[in-house]
């Protein structure tokens, strides 16, 4: 038997249209985003098939040069940056299974609604987005087959939105992480009041007790290592925030607090919505 194998894609950073911006930028920009490929001898599984039109015809050229035959799209958790891009994925590999958690695919159908689809995304990327609307199918288990091996789908709970999961392939011992584990980048804790720093917290335990020797992060700098010591600096930074959350006097203290801690990650645009949005 082959052993898996896997390989990373990093959508870059790209413009996103919104006049709220931090003091001293010119323009809000989003992440670099990342899908993984994890593939054997013949047959891959994709993980997070991006947003954009473009961005998601590029990723679905990628996947179509390695020669492997798609069978299963995995949707780690329902944040339109990380599926929206699923028809351009289908249209190239249409037998291919789009696929996630039950709870994930109900909450995919709310991102298609009119508060997020037409109040958030398509005034944010006009026109880049598909009309094509796709929901996941839930899994009946945990479990996708893979020549012969298991890749597990492993539900986390609360970590920058609820009920977000992990892909856990144990045979080589990656762990796919979605937005539960970030890279360089700020993490968008827009969603994190009341508990949600606490639950996120639990859920970086969940994945560090499965013992990974690797970990893609959802948002992460091209190139970078996929390493588990980005599990600890994402606990990290949701400590910091939480701290300095709580000796803010307002989001722009807590902005700049967290900048000072944090100066070189990406994206400081995430981090003023997300101080504004804890602060509120």
Not at 24 to 38: D, H, N, Q, V, Y
Not at 56 to 70: E, I
Not at 211 to 223: E, Q
């Amino acid at each position: 038997m082959n052993t898996l194998q896997y390989s990373v894609y990093v959508a870059p950073s790209k413009p996103a249209v919104s006049d709220d911006l931090p003091p001293g930028e010119a323009r809000r920009m989003w992440s670099p985003t990342s899908s993984t490929l994890i593939f054997g001898e013949h047959d891959a599984v994709l993980v997070d098939p991006l947003m954009t039109i473009e961005e998601s015809r590029a990723l679905a050229g990628w996947v179509a040069a390695t020669g492997k035959n798609l069978t299963t799209i995995y949707i780690t958790h329902a944040h339109g940056d990380h599926f929206f891009g699923a028809p351009a994925i289908l249209d190239r590999f249409p037998r291919a299974r789009l696929v996630s958690t039950p709870r994930v695919a109900e909450l995919m159908e709310v991102q298609y609604g009119p508060r997020w689809f037409d109040g958030f995304w398509d005034p944010r990327f006009p026109g880049q987005i598909s009309g094509d609307h796709v929901t996941a199918e839930p899994l009946a288990g945990d479990v996708i087959e893979l020549e012969g091996e298991q890749l597990r789908a492993i539900e986390l709970g609360h970590t920058d939105t609820d009920s977000a999961s992990a892909l856990h392939v144990p045979s080589i011992g990656l762990v796919v992480a979605g937005d539960a584990v970030y890279g360089d980048v700020h993490l968008y804790l827009a969603e994190s009041k009341g508990t949600g720093r606490r639950d996120w917290l639990d859920a970086l335990d969940v994945i560090e007790r499965l013992a990974p020797t690797a970990v893609v992060s959802g948002h992460k700098r091209d190139g970078d290592p996929d390493s588990p010591a980005d599990i600890a600096r994402t606990r990290g930074y949701i400590q910091d925030f939480d701290t300095a959350a709580g000796n803010a006097t307002g989001y722009l203290d807590l902005y700049e607090e967290m900048l000072a801690r944090h100066p070189d990650r990406i994206n400081r645009g995430v981090l003023w919505n997300s101080a504004k949005a804890v602060m509120a």
